[in-house]
């Protein structure tokens, strides 16, 4: 092996003598003044056998978040605020607004009467709700009135507002790929000129159009997304249950369906992949993990989600975050329904998703 490839293995560097190190160095000096570096000194960390975990694996237990989602409210209105949302960042990776590698999430909060208003970005976004009832969210020229556990889109680049008609605080988690259009630098918004954009469909109009089984004849869309917008938990929830009775579950990931394009079987979003699981009282998983870094709430049940030596007590609505490549089981003590949304879709259009059992 020749000096120049020896050093491509981390402890070579030290091997070389102090002579042919120091003839390195000023040449790296040299060529640093043409904005040139040495791969060779880098390439083990550009191009590691694996993935290094990114931020950290937590839980934001909801009984203690939920006071200062509410407590946001005494603060600001939706209006001021544009979107009232307490920003769930992953305690690694502090300052970014990320809570994971390429995702987001918040908790956003909406009061009776009041009217989060209309805008569009290249980001999109999904909602899951959480509490409460009477808010609902316009998107695209269609209202649907939210109740928890659903499922919401917000695809792309289309005006969205949110509003609320019923009584009492209500509560969803956000999760959009903010950090995944910034990499690309993609990211534009736009203001409605009203507070609440045109209403063009009558509520429930997608739905049943595109989620009851039945599709229009000769229908084609040219969007990334499911046209269909709100997956209501009622439904979600009968299939969960209905499949156990059925057969057994993945030994690894417990009854685990995903949000699915009627149009064309796949994912309902273009960046993030969105599932749901069921797992029954006193069953557990084996470990799994998969490259993708995911985010789970807790719609049903308790149980418990362990990440490495950490244990994640769970109950209705706390959040946990798991970096992608690191391994996790789950415990239901009930009935245990999580959702989850993760980049897996992204990564798997680009050919990099992997998943390892055991
Ligand atoms: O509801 O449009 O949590 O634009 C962050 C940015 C929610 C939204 C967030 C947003 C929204």
């Given amino acids: 092996m020749n000096a120049a490839t020896s050093t491509a293995n981390p402890t070579a560097a030290a091997a070389a003598s102090g002579a042919v190190q120091r003839e390195r160095e000023a040449f790296y000096g040299r060529a640093d003044t043409q904005h040139l570096a040495p791969l060779w000194t880098r390439l083990r960390s550009l ?4 993935p290094t975990p990114v931020g950290v694996a937590h839980r934001w237990a909801y009984a203690d978040v939920r006071p200062y989602v509410l407590e946001s409210a005494a603060h600001i209105s939706a209006r001021e605020a544009e979107r009232r949302v307490m920003i769930l960042e992953n305690p690694g990776l502090k300052g970014s607004s990320q ?50 556990g659903d499922f919401v889109i917000t695809p792309s680049w289309t005006f969205h507002h949110h509003g ?77 249950h209905a499949l156990t009775r059925a057969g057994a579950p993945d030994p690894h990931l417990g009854h685990l369906m995903r949000y699915v394009n009627p149009l064309d079987g796949g994912w309902a979003m273009p960046t993030m992949a969105t599932t749901i699981r069921l797992l029954s009282a006193g069953s557990a998983t084996l470990p799994y993990r998969s ?67 055991g």
């Fill in 47 to 50: 191009v590691p056998e694996a």
């Fill in 99 to 148: 809570i994971t590698n390429s995702l987001y999430a918040g908790l956003q909060l909406i009061m009776p009467g009041e009217v989060a208003p209309a805008h569009r970005h290249t980001q999109s976004a999904l909602r899951f709700i959480v509490e409460g009832s009477g808010a609902y969210t316009a998107v695209d020229g269609e209202k649907t009135t939210m109740q928890p």
């Fill in 164 to 240: 609320h008609e019923g009584s009492g605080p209500m509560v969803w988690l956000d999760g959009l790929d903010i950090p995944l259009v910034g990499f690309f630098n993609a990211t534009f918004r736009e203001d409605h000129p009203r507070d609440e954009a045109e209403l063009t469909r009558p509520e429930g109009d997608a739905l049943a159009r595109y989620g009851s089984g039945l599709l229009p004849v000769g229908y084609r869309s040219a969007s990334l997304n499911s046209p269909v917008f709100n997956y209501p938990y009622a439904r979600t929830r009968e299939a969960l």
């Fill in 291 to 357: 490259s993708d870094s995911a985010i789970f709430i807790v719609v049903e049940g308790r149980g418990e989600m362990r990440v490495g030596e950490q244990r994640f007590a769970l109950t209705p609505h706390d959040v946990v975050v798991v970096p992608g490549w690191m391994a996790y089981t789950l415990h239901a003590a009930d009935d245990l329904v999580l959702f989850s949304y993760s980049d897996r879709v992204a990564q798997e259009k680009l050919g990099f998703f992997r998943e390892q059992r």
